[in-house]
């Protein structure tokens, strides 16, 4: 009997989620409440939308009415949940410790006089620490610089966006999908990457110390300079990466089997192709496998 309650907290918060993405169609029955749950939810949004340098980590009276309807214990996180964020400018905006499950930082596309452009989201210099983004969209975004440290990133999509320089050391982002984005130059240590996906990715001078890598789909990564010294590489594919100076000292569970080595610092400390000679093609290193 003692389980019950919990149970029934259970049940209403995966009835709010489910709410959000259906309408708020499964929030409580009274039409006046329910009208003006939406109201503050959408209020909540906007004040989002065209916000760069806001501090949005502070609670408002939506997060207090949110709690309140479902009887959900205190959070401490101010909840933009499956908030639509398409083409925000967040850029140098406060989002530490924030809710941002399922919310959607995909680019908007405008029409005019028969010229189609999208615009991307804009998080450039953006304290995403400790925030939740759980399923949340954040395709082509631009994460320049952005500080993810601490942060959830279960199943969150970031293909194809810049987050060049950031800061995502120690985050959890297990199955996150980041087909074609740009992370050269940021900072990975400490994070699970476990069943990532990243084929395309460029992660060039990118800091994967100790790094949780295993399962993850590395195909034709970019991995120029990168340290991924004692990552664990554990069932990861490497088909087709670049791993030209890169450093693996230490690095667990590695199978280099389609990989291009050159210069490559290997698991138990020698050189791999110490005399490769690498061309410069269109800004992008390739080395000569012939001379390996």
Wanted: neutral net charge; proline residues 3%; aromatic residues 6%.
């Amino acid at each position: 009997m003692n389980k019950h309650p919990l149970f029934r907290s259970i049940i209403k918060i995966l009835g709010f989620y489910l709410a959000l993405g259906l309408g708020v169609s499964t929030l409580p029955a009274n039409a006046q409440f329910r009208e003006d749950f939406e109201q503050d939810f959408q209020q909540q949004c906007q004040r989002a939308r065209q916000a760069p340098g806001a501090n949005l980590s502070e609670r408002t009276e939506y997060d207090r009415r949110l709690e309140q309807a479902y009887v959900l214990p205190r959070q401490n996180r101010p909840s933009l949940v499956g908030c639509d964020l398409r083409s925000a400018d967040l850029r140098g905006a406060n989002l530490g410790g924030v809710d941002l499950s399922a919310a959607n930082f995909s680019p908007k596309t405008s029409v005019n006089r028969a010229i189609v452009t999208e615009v991307p989201a804009n998080l450039t210099g953006a304290n995403l620490s400790n925030a939740k983004l759980d399923y949340a969209n954040l395709t082509r975004a631009i994460l320049a610089n952005a500080n993810f440290r601490g942060a959830r990133l279960y199943d969150t999509n970031l293909s194809g966006a810049q987050i060049v320089g950031a800061s995502l050391d120690g985050t959890f982002a297990s199955y996150v999908i980041l087909y074609g984005a740009n992370l050269s130059g940021s900072t990975l240590s400490l994070g699970n990457f476990s069943s990532a996906r990243m084929t395309g990715a460029d992660l060039s001078n990118t800091n994967l110390f100790r790094a949780n890598l295993t399962l993850a789909d590395l195909t034709n990564v970019n991995f120029n300079g990168a340290n991924l010294s004692e990552a664990d590489l554990s069932g990861a594919n490497l088909t087709g990466a670049k791993l030209i100076e890169t450093d693996l000292r230490g690095a667990t569970g590695v199978n280099l089997q389609g990989a291009q080595l050159c210069r490559t610092m290997l698991p138990d400390g020698t050189v791999a192709a110490p005399n490769c000679v690498v061309t410069d093609n269109n800004q992008s290193l390739e080395a000569r496998p012939e001379l390996f």
